[in-house]
């Protein structure tokens, strides 16, 4: 069973910054391209950052392009999304999971999704 425990959110005013993190256990995270994802409320869960298995490659949706920072250790097993310039249409709750094709925001999942964390931007 793939476990995905994502943290680091929170509430934040416009303009901050929030560095998210996910650990990954349960498979051989290396061997996977992996995305971050979020979904805010009434709306469908999207990928907004992607990176290759090396963590050379990596994409962005054209919204977050420029501020968010997406990168991987693989020996610690854990992904991470800088987040900086923080807008209130980026509140939502951020998830990381799989994905299938990081040049093509191609969506993928180990099958299950994690809790989630929080990201409110806010005055």
């Known amino acids: 069973q793939v476990q995905l425990v994502e943290s680091g959110g929170g509430l934040v005013q416009p303009g901050g910054s929030l560095r998210l993190s996910c650990v990954v256990s349960?498979?051989?995270?290396?061997?996977?391209?992996m995305g971050w994802y979020r979904q805010a409320p009434g709306k469908e869960r999207e990928l907004v950052a992607a990176?290759?298995?090396?963590?050379?490659?990596?994409n962005y949706q054209y919204s977050v392009k420029g501020r968010f920072t997406i990168s991987r250790d693989n020996d610690k097993n854990t992904m991470y999304l800088n987040m900086n310039s923080l807008k209130p249409e980026d509140t939502a709750v951020y998830y990381c999971?799989?994905?299938?094709?990081?040049?093509?925001?191609?969506?993928?999942?180990?099958?299950?999704w994690g809790q989630g964390t929080q990201v409110t931007v806010s005055s």
């Open positions: 999971n799989q994905v299938k094709s990081t040049a093509l925001m191609v969506s993928a999942t180990f099958g299950s």
């Open positions: 349960g498979t051989m995270f290396s061997a996977y391209h």
């Open positions: 990176i290759a298995m090396g963590g050379i490659n990596v």
